[in-house]
């Protein structure tokens, strides 16, 4: 036979249809559970009635009722016996699933939201849940839609909006916001090829850092720098005049501290997979470039995306006789699924494929100073000596 607490689980099921129902103006249809297969045994059937009965509504109470017939059973004898449960009201219902509160926060934020944007009624019969789960920030996300709709796409930093919320409510509440907003806004208000909530609606964002070293000081003279060391935003970044200047771009920070000096040379501190960002910086595209990454399978996932961007690219110490010097300085490496880098040259993905199957990591740091420095070294004079030839016809 079923049980109170079958029966509040019966009803838990209907609560969400019920406030859908209530959200169209639909009357409330009583609900009827059967009561189940009474127990053929006495004292057990007597208990489960009992604790039936005494769960149920009494006169002038709410809950459910019991709907009861009298059988004539062989082992048993004449028996009442339940075979119904009933929610005869929405009291009823409310009450056995102890939500006569909830339900009342939930009609107040209704109306709330009913007469300040009627337009998000479909959403809410959609998703009365969240309705119910975001009571008490109604009053501020409704704010934040209006300003929204009046000023789509405001470009500007959150904590510049003039809404009276507290500063963090928008960043605790972008999830749900989002739902409303790409609900309200006409579609090209809204840029939907994002994940970030600032781009997606027209919100100013902190921008990447670049930070970047001038490995000569003669394009500190030549460009009438008093620095050499500088980090910017990618947008101010893109404004500098290093276009046709060598750029070495390498992960480790000391390993980026310690380049040397070079001629007609700066260097970039790389952001991991963030390298992709770099593509915001046009002039970048006519640099002589660079990579130094950490000997892993990582590392040649970022070559191979920074390549994507800057086919030219070309890797330093990224091959199998640097991997063999430093053997012994080798660590465990993170495990990495991916088989298949496209931008990357046969003899790079064979290593790739080397350090990936046998999960082997040779940090950039491990490698000694001095014989970073004389591959560093090399590797420029190779470059501009080809460079030399072609822009003189050689070959």
């Known amino acids: 036979m079923i049980t109170p607490d079958e029966i509040k689980q019966k009803a838990e099921r209907q609560y ?4 859908r129902a209530w959200l169209r103006g639909e009357a409330f249809v009583p609900m009827v559970f059967s009561a189940g297969k009474p127990s053929s045994d006495f004292v057990r059937l ?3 009635v009992e604790r ?4 149920a509504k009494t006169e002038g109470g709410s809950g459910y009722r019991i709907e009861s017939v009298t059988q004539q059973k062989r082992l048993l004898g004449t028996q009442t016996v339940p075979i119904h449960v009933v929610l005869d009201t929405s009291k009823d219902l409310l009450s056995t699933i102890k939500k006569d509160e909830e339900f009342i926060r939930f009609k107040q934020d209704v109306q709330l939201i009913r007469e300040q944007i009627p337009q998000l009624e479909s959403w809410m019969q959609t998703n009365p849940k969240k309705v119910v789960d975001n009571h008490n920030c109604w009053s501020g996300l409704l704010a934040v839609c209006l300003y929204f709709l009046d000023h789509p796409r405001p470009h500007l930093y959150i904590r510049e909006l003039p809404i009276n919320v507290d500063t963090k409510f928008i960043e605790r509440h972008t999830g749900i916001l989002k739902e409303l907003l790409e609900q309200l806004l006409p579609q090209e208000a809204i ?21 970047i070293r001038l ?11 008093l620095i050499t060391e500088l980090t910017l935003p990618h947008s101010q970044c893109a404004a500098l005049p290093l276009k046709g200047q060598y750029c070495i771009i390498t992960e480790n920070k000391m390993t980026f501290l310690t380049l040397p000096p070079l001629p007609n040379t700066f260097a970039i501190l790389g952001g991991g997979f963030k390298v992709g960002s770099l593509v915001s ?22 070559l191979s995306q920074l390549r994507s961007i800057f086919p030219h690219v070309i890797s330093l110490m990224m091959e199998k006789e ?17 088989r298949r880098l496209p931008y990357l040259t046969a003899d790079e ?9 046998n999960s082997i990591r040779l940090e950039q740091e491990r490698i000694t100073h001095a014989y970073a420095l004389r591959q560093i070294q090399n590797t420029l004079l190779q470059m501009r000596n080809r460079d030399r030839r072609g822009s003189s016809g050689g070959i």
Not at 16 to 19: A, E, G, H, N, S
Not at 322 to 337: D, M, N, S
Request: with cysteine; hydrophobic share 40%; aromatic share 12%.
């Open 349 to 357: 993905h064979e290593l790739f494929l080397h350090l990936a199957q």
């Open 281 to 302: 910086i046009p002039w970048l595209s006519e640099c002589p470039m660079i990579y130094w990454g950490d000997l892993d399978a990582h590392g040649f996932q970022i």
């Open 215 to 225: 490995l000569d000081d003669q394009l500190r003279t030549h460009y009438a720098l």
């Open 46 to 48: 007597k208990n489960e």
């Open 191 to 211: 840029m939907h090829d994002t994940t970030s909530f600032e781009k997606r609606f027209g919100l100013r964002e902190e921008e990447i850092q670049v930070h």
């Open 16 to 19: 969400i249809p019920f406030l």
């Open 52 to 55: 039936l009965q005494a769960c």
């Open 322 to 338: 640097t991997l063999q010097i430093f053997a012994e300085y080798c660590v465990r490496g993170t495990p990495c699924a991916v």
